[in-house]
């Protein structure tokens, strides 16, 4: 097993796909998007269950092995979170490669 970072970022639905863009843009490794996450936070609850899809959420998982590109990650993702809300959790992994 390989030491890694693993990020987890929850996000609002609608701004998903433009984060996955900018992820591969940065040299993420890879991610996995779930889609269609429910809870509560600062600004109220988000029950993933409307048609719409404006108040999903989606959690991204990212294990990366290059501290380079976590910390450009990390800088990419913080105005996301700054101007629409959502999480960012980065913890010591280890990464079972195949």
């Given amino acids: 097993m390989k030491p890694c970072k693993r990020i987890e970022i929850v996000i609002e639905a609608p701004l998903a796909q433009r984060l996955a863009v900018r992820l591969r843009q940065l040299g993420a490794p890879g991610f996995t998007l779930i889609p269609d996450v429910r809870g509560a936070g600062d600004r109220g609850e988000r029950r993933a269950d409307e048609l719409s899809g404006d108040s999903s959420n989606c959690l991204i998982l990212i294990a990366c092995d290059d501290q380079a590109t976590v910390d450009r990650i ?20 280890l990464w079972l490669r195949h």
Avoid at 74 to 82: H, I, T, Y
């Fill in 74 to 93: 990390l800088e990419a993702v913080r105005p996301l979170l700054s101007s629409s809300g959502g999480v960012c959790l980065v913890s010591d992994a």
